[in-house]
């Protein structure tokens, strides 16, 4: 499952763009920098491909069950 670190998130719109799956979307909640953050708006669709975590720029997401490779 995508886990979301929201104070990371400069609400670039990368991970919301190239997710094959449409599961993510921004909220309308800020962050303490002020930024919108993405939300799993449709988590049931998520294929645990990672695109997510890859694009962002900003290392805000993580797979934590994906082997690791997005861990430290
Ligand atoms: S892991 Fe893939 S399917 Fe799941 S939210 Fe990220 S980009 Fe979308
Ligand atoms: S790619 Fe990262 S920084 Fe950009 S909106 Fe998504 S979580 Fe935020």
Redesign the pocket.
Known sequence: M?EINPILCKSCGY?VR????Q??SIGKTRNKRGFFYPE?SDPD?????????TVCPEGA?E?PGKGGENDG
């Open positions: 995508v991970c190239f997710c094959p799956k599961v993510l799993l669709n998520c294929i645990s491909c990672a695109v997510c975590a997401i797979l």
